[in-house]
């Protein structure tokens, strides 16, 4: 309901039972995912720019936020769904014609895309054990000439940030597959066209028109 009285008047909401149809609102979906991504890493590189200007750790809180929700959002494009979910993204998918590039190699990009996934696999959507974090108990002992005291803590380390390198990976990984999903986008685009049919969107449009 809310979709559609947020359409223009002269649009036409294409059904999903029109071969291809599904598949495109997929790729629309992922590419607005990933367009996430983006704006959540440039948030990220602006609060680490600061802090390296300022000399100064800021909005800690802040910053866990955002790098848990670039990893969620990034990975839920390569997550395979139930029936009748969206269709997912293969990270194959940047190496076909992909340009020859000075500053980075592909096959870099691919292990940065395997570093998240596992990233989000084992620690930020579960509890596996991993890499990323320790949580441990510990004794500490008082002892003041006469008496000694024991006190039961604990300390936590835990992994939620990139630095500068990880960074711009995420953002060119990032940009590729945006420009990869595009490419399909267009593709799905022509084909659903071709599904319609001229005559028949031509029938619509007119009818719609009409009605404005």
Partial sequence: ???????????????????????????????????????????????????????????????????????????????????????????????????????FEINDLIRFHKYIMEYRNTFI??????????????IEFEYDGQTLNSIFSHYSIKVFSFDEVQLKNFSILTNVLLLKVDQKRRLLIEKVKNEIGNEKLLEIGLGISKKN
Avoid: M
Wanted: hydrophobic fraction near 35%; glycine fraction near 2%; aromatic fraction near 8%.
């Fill in 125 to 138: 959507s579960h509890a596996d054990k991993n890499i990323y974090e320790t949580d441990k108990a510990h």
């Fill in 1 to 103: 309901e809310i979709l559609l009285n947020k359409l223009p008047s002269n649009s036409w909401l294409i059904d999903e039972e029109i071969k291809f149809v599904k598949q495109l609102n997929g790729y629309i979906s992922i590419n607005e995912d990933l367009e996430n991504v983006k704006e959540l890493i440039a948030e990220l590189s602006e609060i680490r720019e600061r802090e390296k200007q300022n000399n100064i750790e800021e909005r800690r809180l802040i910053k866990r936020a955002l790098f848990t929700n670039a990893i969620v959002t990034y990975a839920r494009c390569f997550n395979f769904t139930k029936k009748d979910g969206r269709n997912s993204i293969d990270i194959t998918l940047i190496k076909k014609d992909f340009p020859t590039q000075k500053e």
